[in-house]
């Protein structure tokens, strides 16, 4: 466990200096680049586009957008309706994300016996499965209110192309660095406060040695490395079906 909150720290470490990850991400330069001669030359023969735009109007700038969000893909980064923060948490509640967060978690216990007063038994399973699910909805209860007094869009942006480094560093980066009404971006405070406030409330229910503020760090640090990957999940999957699911 330890390992996986070094290697996400590792990574937001490497992905930031280098400036791969930014939103929106213009996904940067060609990966060849002309000969200056070749460049002079392409450089006379391509029309004037700027003269060629209509009186009146600014000429259009070749970016290269992010793909949009699945939910309210129509709305504008950081202009969330209520409606959209709903549906949003409902999908977390009760959708793919629900399974990724707590039944992996759950057999991970359960195969080491985690915690061990709960024992190996059906009411251990139980006992194990109820407390991720109960701690998966707090977190998601806690990010949802604390996403819609900051403003924060709590929508995922997938890049959609690019390298699988750059990619990576996109999905982690945008996990902490989220849009804000009226363009721009603003720290994720969402994300720290769901997983280290939701730890704290779920030692209430769990074994007196796990209900101290060590236990709530290491174990809410784990917790937001499995967030962080469940965009990077979000980032890759729908390529991963196409080539799965194709015909």
Request: glycine share 10%.
């Amino acid at each position: 466990m330890k390992v996986l909150s070094f290697c996400t720290a590792a990574l937001f470490c490497f992905a930031v200096p280098r400036g791969i990850c930014q939103i929106p991400d213009p996904l940067g330069p060609p990966s060849s680049v002309e000969t200056p001669q070749a460049a002079v030359d392409a450089s006379s023969a391509a029309p004037d586009t700027t003269s060629a735009a209509p009186e009146g109007t600014a000429p259009t700038a070749d970016v290269r957008p992010v793909a949009k969000p699945i939910i309210a893909p129509d709305e504008a980064p950081g202009d969330v309706s209520w409606g959209t923060r709903q549906k949003v948490m409902l999908r977390k509640l009760v959708g793919p994300q629900a399974f990724y967060e707590t039944v992996p978690g759950t057999l991970s216990d359960h195969a080491r016996n985690f915690p061990e007063q709960w024992g190996r038994g059906g009411s251990g399973f139980g006992k194990r499965l109820a407390s991720q699910y109960g701690q998966f909805a707090l977190s998601t209860v806690i990010e949802s209110m604390v996403q819609s007094i900051h403003k924060e869009d709590p929508r995922y942006f997938r890049l959609g192309q690019g390298g699988a480094w750059r990619r990576t560093g996109h999905a982690i980066f945008t996990s902490f660095w989220v849009h804000k009404p009226g363009g721009g971006n603003t720290f994720a405070y969402s994300l720290p406060a769901a997983v280290y406030g939701s730890w704290a409330v779920a030692t209430r229910w769990s074994p007196p040695d796990l209900q101290t503020p060590g236990k709530i760090i290491l174990w809410g640090s784990v917790g937001m490395g499995v967030k962080v990957s469940a965009n990077i999940l979000r980032e890759f999957w729908p390529d991963v079906k196409q080539r799965l699911f194709r015909k």
